[in-house]
């Protein structure tokens, strides 16, 4: 372990009731985490899922699930995922420019995760979880119609990451245009304004199987300070 050892205050307790101190874990990624799973994706979490469907040059759809996937730009809106190796998805967008994001919400969670299964290549991930195909309004590539929000994308770049010293990684990250919006009209009020936890959105946490959800309860508002 690179656990830190010796004398530390006590901070308190969180609004859970655990005690806070100022005792720290330390670790070098680089010479491994020394823990029985690694923390990186626990700490930065929740993240949204990306839930990608896309169709090879010949017609074959795809969909499957990404861990790391967020939104990265306003105007155009542009959102992202990275993939770690040269997946099916991967290959199907940089081969036809294209590709839907479908939101995963709770009732949506068991299907999604079906998704995930290393089907041989050429296999509908559609048909296998039970899901709905639905024809795009802009792109090619299939939505999931159980979904009540898609993103219809072009691809505006696949970047291959690299370390920092320069070394390339097996990993891409595929950011595009959301080029056409579709949501179900119940997750607006009457101000026109989105209700997210109303769509019960499923979350990625750390560990091989952590998920959360969102409820009205836990929102708390803040606003920009005015200087």
């Not at 050892?5 to 990624?29: D, H, I, V």
């Not at 994706?41 to 990306?50: K, M, Q, S």
């Not at 499957?64 to 939104?71: E, K, R, T």
Request: aromatic fraction near 10%; proline fraction near 6%; charge should be neutral.
């Amino acid at each position: 372990m690179n656990s830190i050892s010796g004398c530390y205050a006590l901070l308190g307790t969180n609004r859970q009731g655990k005690k806070m101190t100022t005792e720290r874990y330390f670790y070098e990624p680089s010479k491994g985490h020394g823990l029985s799973h690694d923390p990186l994706n626990a700490i930065v979490a929740p993240r949204p899922i990306g839930w990608i469907s896309s169709r090879s040059a010949q017609g074959q759809r795809n969909l499957a699930p990404y861990s790391f996937f967020n939104c990265f730009n306003y105007k155009p809106p542009i959102i992202g995922f990275a993939s770690t190796g040269w997946k099916d998805s991967v290959a199907n967008i940089v081969d036809t420019g294209e590709f839907v994001w479908n939101l995963t919400t709770r009732s949506l969670a068991e299907k999604m995760n079906q998704t995930s299964a290393m089907l041989p290549r050429g296999e509908d991930e559609f048909a296998f979880a039970g899901l709905t195909p639905k024809a795009g309004t802009i792109v090619q590539a299939e939505l999931v119609a159980e979904s009540p929000v898609n993103f219809e994308c072009k691809l505006s770049q696949c970047i291959q990451l690299t370390a920092a010293n320069g070394d390339k990684i097996d990993t891409w990250l595929v950011l595009g245009e959301v080029v056409a919006v579709h949501i179900a009209k119940h997750l607006l009020n009457n101000d026109g304004v989105y209700q997210t936890a109303l769509a019960e959105p499923v979350l990625r946490a750390g560990g091989p199987s952590a998920y959360y959800g969102i409820s009205e309860d836990l929102r708390f508002d803040l606003h920009r300070p005015q200087v």
